[in-house]
């Protein structure tokens, strides 16, 4: 197979392109590098260039047919959802507009299968414990706004020229499959505790007082590993003639509260901190995990590792 991996050079695209070569597939991957490493992809092919700039649909045409391309994942996306509050319409630019020069080049190329990098942020705040795929989604930021205008593109194009996609809907991934390959920004629970412990600081906990086991937000933390080997389970599950969903939650299925992150931390790193308990930070579900039936039953994809691995690998990659 030759995939075509945009985003290749960030965290989880690189796992997904280490993956895919440990397993003799040839890859190319587009990468603008304004977060993405290039000692990230190894003897991997680099094109560099923004998917929202002008350009952009004519180089990956050019690129695909280049490289032989059957198959894109499309990681490359901004994903923080306080900045695309602050800035909107740079993710609407960014997001759907490289997106739709993707979608653009894959159809001139004649390529037809598609991962897409999809987020649990589509769901917004469902009151239920464990979130399937068929509940209604309400995204409460434009960064999940984004996500789930990119779900309906892929869809569309399937309709108007017979694309094959797959959607992942990712929970919280966290952990690092390879040491070198680990996420290097400081923007979520995992890397934000231990920057904080770096600095001598207290991690802080975002509410107590929520209705969960014990007042703390409850996620569902999936190993960045796992969710590498579901793109690669989901690559192979385009090639089948029938496929009955295009959309996919990818988490455990277990959710686990930030005391309780706190508390492996405690036992990963053998440091004894406290907690900065304060208010509750605005916009957080109280509990959000994935209802898992629908990847395993159709993919035969579940997560192999916990939150122990987790945290266990995310503190090797950076001690
Ligand atoms: C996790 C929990 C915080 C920091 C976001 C996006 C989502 C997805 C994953 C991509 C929450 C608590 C955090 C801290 C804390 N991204 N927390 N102290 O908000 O669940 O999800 O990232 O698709 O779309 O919204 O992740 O890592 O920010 O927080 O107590 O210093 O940790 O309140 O309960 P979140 P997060």
């Keep these: 197979m030759s995939v075509l991996v945009t985003g290749g050079a960030g965290y989880i695209g690189s796992h997904v392109v280490r993956l895919l070569q440990n397993r003799g597939d040839k890859v190319v991957v587009v990468d603008n590098l304004s977060n993405g490493i290039q000692d990230r992809i190894g003897a991997a092919t680099l094109v560099q260039i923004d998917l929202a700039s002008e350009t952009a649909t004519k180089t990956l045409v050019e690129t695909m047919r280049a490289h032989e391309v059957t198959a894109v994942i499309h990681f490359a996306a ?80 399937a309709t108007a020229w017979g694309l094959r996609g797959a959607n992942l809907r990712y929970f919280n991934v966290a952990g690092a499959g390879w040491p070198e390959l680990a996420d290097t920004a400081v923007a979520n629970l995992v890397p934000i505790v231990f920057a904080a412990l770096r600095a001598g600081k207290s991690p802080k906990v975002f509410g107590t007082d929520y209705p969960t086991v014990d007042g703390t937000c409850v996620r569902d933390y999936v190993h960045v590993l796992d969710l590498a080997e579901a793109h690669l389970s989901a690559l192979d599950y385009l090639e089948q003639d029938n496929r009955p969903h295009s959309t996919f939650n990818v988490g455990t299925g277990q959710g686990s509260s930030v005391l309780e992150v706190l508390a492996q931390v405690r036992l990963t790193t053998g440091i004894n901190f406290e907690a900065d308990l304060q208010p509750r930070r605005a916009g957080d579900p109280p509990s959000l995990a994935a209802d898992v039936t629908r990847i395993r039953e159709t993919l035969g994809w579940s997560a192999s590792r916990n939150l122990k691995d987790i945290i266990d690998s995310a503190w090797a990659a950076i001690s």
């Design 78 to 157: 901004l994903k923080q959802v306080g900045e695309s509050v602050a800035r909107p319409e740079w993710y609407f630019q960014q997001n759907i507009g490289g997106l739709a020069n993707l979608l653009t080049a894959m159809h001139e190329a004649q390529v037809n299968r598609l991962v897409f990098s999809s987020s649990a942020a589509t769901y917004g705040m469902p009151d239920v414990p464990a979130v399937s795929e068929e509940i209604l989604c309400e995204p409460i930021n434009p960064y999940g706004q984004t996500k789930l205008i990119g779900e309906w593109m892929v869809a569309n194009a």
